[in-house]
């Protein structure tokens, strides 16, 4: 695994060992950025559940001005700090040793997100709450987008957000969720 493309570009990540998680597939990454590769410039991010870090590292290096990446196990932030300062992109981040409830909670009137990556593990099928929970704390940012990493077709009816875009990769489901088009007129 490595970063794709910016000013990191090649650097190789380092991942936890085993099945405690799970790094998103390069095709499925490049798709992503693909989408919003000309909106990068001077955004903020929040990964949350961002195990090795590499999507939030990713948009730092295609020049996202910030990231606040948040995992709950020590292990996995260790490493994100470890490949955080390897491409040399550690001074642009925060990272916390927290679950998404607490992460969430605490960016609650302080920040708003341009794009907040989720790819939680997928036997949980927590996409849609953990949208719906960014929806009632208003975190993110007007014209933003959530990118929801899925192992099958979730349901977001009910969450608060619009589903702009599905895309399927093998057996990877990405569902791009924004404001809906009433809310951003």
Known sequence: ???????????RLETLEGDATRPTAERVKEAIFSMIHFDLEGA???????????????????GADNALLADASADAVAIIKRNAQKTKLYQ????????????????????????????????????????KQIYDAGILAEGGLIFCETEGEENFDGCGFE????ARYGRVHIAVLGWPAEAEE
């Open 92 to 131: 642009c981040c925060r990272v916390l040793c927290t679950d998404y409830k607490n992460t969430i909670r605490g960016c609650v009137g302080r920040e708003k997100f341009d794009f907040i990556f989720l790819d939680p593990p997928y036997a949980e099928k927590m996409c849609p709450t953990v949208a």
């Open 44 to 62: 903020r991010i929040l990964d949350l559940f961002a195990g090795s870090g590499q999507l939030g590292l990713e948009a730092l290096s295609r």
């Open 163 to 166: 589903v702009k875009k599905r």
């Open 1 to 11: 695994m490595r970063i794709i493309t910016g000013i990191a570009r090649g650097v």
